[in-house]
């Protein structure tokens, strides 16, 4: 009787689309009196199935637009078919839909399945395309300001951009474009991205070897079938300019394009430091047929950027009074990367609740650079403000492949409903790393050091502008290859409680890296004598479970407590030779999300626990109780726990006006690490009183260098929309990082490694204003750090670099 019953079931399409007839994207609809609710597509298309005949009223509903109903008479077993034209023109259309405000009912992509954030007990977060355009966002660190949570970090010589979450780095594992993983090198560009996705803590679940801070998303532009485009110039401070390209529109009925462009030249408040990009990213959609569409994308990013590594550190630790402009690298440093991309997605629905994902992803990375090393003036024990320049000239390429299959879909067991989601995965990186010669000499040095120079003495910074010779005499390859694959399961049990529920196995492989030497010509593949372990392909395995209890006493709020773990691999050996095995790290979360004013206000608030009881550290002792002087030889001898807190805040009370913010608080240190040993040798002739070496692990209880306790933020935007005033926006963009240490920890025995970098909290203020002609030409300024105030990223103790002080931007843009 059931299958009869579900074989008489009707079903609506349609089509939605503004009064001059564009398409009218993610517009809410449903069925008056009934559960059944969907969203349009970027083409304003929908489907509603599975629905009892009848006479029903279509409501047509978004945040600022007018409410829209229909009529529709549902019939056994047929599909109605439905064209639906709202009062608002594509214009007025955008200004809303754009934003993508529907609260927190709308499904996220970075969780995979289809849920939408209500239903996923994690901490997620959403930058939209209005807050990308509105704060003129140039790079990926832009948008990261406005994420609770996640601080912006500093790399080696500011090369790219650098990200940690709840206290642990996100590596290059951790950022992901449309789903595939991407590289973080030469800079991300932002003239592409629609939105950005933040999924929060834990997600191995899904996406495998990812340290558990969190995983980011990046969502891309895609074409459409209704012609437009946009085409903008944006400059500013310090000679920046930067044209983009926008197109988009049909081929065919069922193919539409979409190429976006852009050219970037600046110079910098830094001295000498300059950047060089183009960047360029055409893609297609073929809907071939009403359930299956294949988006095909790519892009191309040459990035030229001088390597920087700021204003070095003097007197153990201390950052120098020198300015913010003073450039210490070698004028001829040189940064020079090529990142090309290319993306097949297909997507295939079999019914209204079962659809299959499949993507096959390509990423070639190339960089060649050449600088100096980091200033550093002096040591511990001698400090001074006399720093080496030493030269680092290297060249690598990555080639990376990915594919994913994932299907998502519904079931019933008596009164208990299922959404699942079972995919695998598999990722192959291929890195050759190039080692450089100064000379043409077999014998010619590896390595070359120019004269020292003072970094409190401008006048000692000059160096000659001759690039010194150098050639490749070997190359290091590096193959490293992941499987995965995992099952989620949504558990309804009631309207009110649900168990999120699922479980991945990863099984990683990373082969014995071959060096070719150009000299002898001849690969080798070097071997271990004094651990054999390590003369074979290091393989490791891990289960990443992953349970989450939900609550939701209303239909706009859910509470949630769940647990999630994710593995780190190790490198080294423990002191009797064995490879090390991953490190598992627990997460326990809780929170509650509010949707509030029917999806205009959401306010979420999170609490975490991270717990890692297998942080590997460097052995104080070999096997024999020897004191251990080789980096090599690792062991679990540390624990460390990351507490923190998180408060999202979003707002659009209308069509014309939109806020952010958010406040959080992580506070991670190290709970156990090595005790201090002593250990002496005994005397001998060449040394009648023996040695005395005195060892030990980092000071228990200290917060990891590099963390951010505090970090706060907020945006609001507001468009005048009637009178004299029609069409100025106005803006006002807050960040704030909280006091810091960086450098170095502390070890139990004192400050024998290096000195931590202290650096201040500090706010910087943006202001924006616009004005918008006729919707479609407007003019949007920004004056940024409107108070000039001065604070440094520091990476470890390898670049102390100033932030931008006040700067001007201003893009002038046309749509069409």
């Known amino acids: 009787m059931a299958n009869e019953e579900i074989e008489k079931n009707g079903s609506i399409r349609g089509h939605i689309q503004s009064s001059d007839g564009k398409a009218a994207a993610y517009v809410t609809v449903s069925l008056k009196n009934t559960n059944k609710s969907t969203m349009t597509d970027e083409d304003g298309n929908f489907r509603l199935g599975g629905i009892k005949p009848g006479t029903y009223i279509l409501h047509i509903s978004h945040v600022g637009l007018n409410t829209e109903e229909q009529r529709v008479v549902i019939a056994d077993g047929k599909e109605t078919e439905t064209t639906i034209i709202l009062s608002e023109s594509a214009a007025q259309l955008n200004e809303v839909v754009v934003s993508r405000s529907h609260g927190q009912n709308r499904p996220v992509k970075v969780g995979k399945s ?61 950022v992901f474009k449309n789903g595939a993983r991407t590289s973080l090198g030469g800079s991300l560009e932002a003239s592409t991205l629609e939105s950005v996705e933040v999924l929060k803590g834990s997600a191995a679940l899904l996406y495998g070897g990812v340290t558990g801070g969190a995983v980011v998303n990046l969502v891309t532009k895609k074409p459409k079938f209704n012609w437009g485009g946009e085409v903008s110039m944006r400059a500013g401070s310090y000679g920046f300019y930067k044209p983009i390209v926008d197109v988009y529109g049909p081929i065919s009925k069922n193919i539409a394009f979409r190429v976006i462009a852009t050219k970037e030249n600046a110079n910098s408040f830094r001295d000498v430091v300059k950047t060089d990009r183009f960047y360029i990213n055409p893609s297609l959609l073929y809907k071939i047929s009403d359930k299956t569409e294949l988006l095909v994308q790519g892009d191309y990013l040459k990035s030229n950027y001088t390597p920087d590594f700021g204003i070095g550190t003097v007197f153990g630790g201390q950052i120098p009074d020198i300015g913010r402009s003073a450039y210490l690298n070698v004028p001829y ?36 650079y050449f600088g100096a090393e980091r200033p550093q003036g002096g040591t511990i024990a001698a400090p001074s403000s006399i720093s080496q320049r030493a030269l680092t000239r290297s060249k690598n390429q990555e080639y990376t492949y990915n594919q994913q299959i994932n299907l998502t879909g519904a079931a019933q067991t008596g009164s208990i409903k299922h959404t699942f989601l079972i995919g695998a995965d598999a990722d192959q990186s291929r890195t050759t790393s190039y080692a450089f010669k100064y000379g043409d000499a077999s014998t010619s040095p590896t390595s070359l050091s120019l004269p020292t120079f003072d970094i409190l003495n401008p006048a000692t910074y000059a160096v000659s502008s001759d690039v010194p010779y150098t050639r490749i005499y070997q190359n290091t390859f590096t193959p490293v290859y992941r499987m995965g694959a995992f099952v989620q399961d949504l558990i309804e049990i009631t309207d009110k409680f649900k168990v999120l529920a699922g479980v991945r196995y990863t099984w990683q492989k990373q082969p014995r890296a071959s060096t070719y030497n150009e000299d002898t010509r001849v690969t080798t593949v070097p071997v271990n004598a004094t651990f054999p372990s390590l003369n074979k392909a290091k393989i490791d395995k891990a289960f990443s479970p992953k349970i989450g209890l939900i609550y939701q006493p209303l239909t706009n709020t859910s509470l949630y407590a769940s647990y999630a773990n994710n593995f780190t691999v190790n490198t080294g050996v423990d002191i009797f030779g064995a490879p090390l095995q991953p490190s598992i790290i627990d997460q326990y979360e809780v929170g509650v999300k509010n949707d509030l004013l029917n999806g205009k206000l959401s306010v979420n608030v999170t609490a975490y626990r991270i717990k890692n009881n297998r942080f590997v550290q460097t052995a104080l002792l070999t096997a024999d109780g020897k004191t251990n002087t080789d980096n090599n030889i690792r062991e679990f001898s540390g624990k460390t726990i990351s507490d923190g807190l998180e408060v999202d805040i979003t707002g659009r009370l209308s069509s014309n006006v939109y806020f952010l913010a958010g406040y959080s608080y992580n506070f991670i240190r190290y709970t156990s690490t090595p005790p201090i040993v002593t250990t002496t040798t005994p005397p001998t002739p060449a040394n009648p009183n023996g040695t005395t070496t005195t060892t030990a692990g980092i000071t228990e209880g200290e917060r990891i260098v590099g963390s951010v306790p505090h970090t706060a933020n907020g945006t609001v935007f507001y468009t005048f929309n009637r009178g004299d005033l029609k069409g100025l926006k106005l803006g006002l963009s807050g960040f704030f990082t909280g006091a810091r240490s960086s450098g170095f920890n502390t070890l139990k025995t004192g400050l024998s490694r290096g000195a931590p970098v202290q650096l201040d909290g500090y706010t910087t203020l943006d202001v924006s204003a616009g004005y918008t002609f006729k919707r479609k030409l407007s003019l949007l300024a920004k004056l940024s750090n409107i108070t000039n105030e001065l604070n440094y990223l520091v990476h470890e103790n390898y670049s102390v670099n100033p932030i931008p002080p006040r700067m001007v931007s201003a893009t002038l843009s046309y749509k069409f």
């Open 114 to 174: 289809g849920l939408r954030p209500l239903d996923i007990p994690q901490g997620i977060q959403i930058i939209d395309s209005t807050v990308i355009a509105d704060q003129q966002i140039n790079r990926l660190t832009d948008v990261i300001k406005n994420i609770n949570g996640i601080a912006l970090g500093e790399n080696r010589g500011s090369v790219n951009e650098t990200f940690s979450a709840r206290g642990y780095s996100l590596g290059a594992n951790n």
């Open 333 to 368: 440093a040189y940064n020079r990367t090529k990142t090309g991309t290319a993306q097949a997605n297909f997507t295939h629905r079999f019914s209204d609740v079962w659809k299959l994902n499949v993507i096959a992803a390509y990423q070639s990375y190339n960089r060649n």
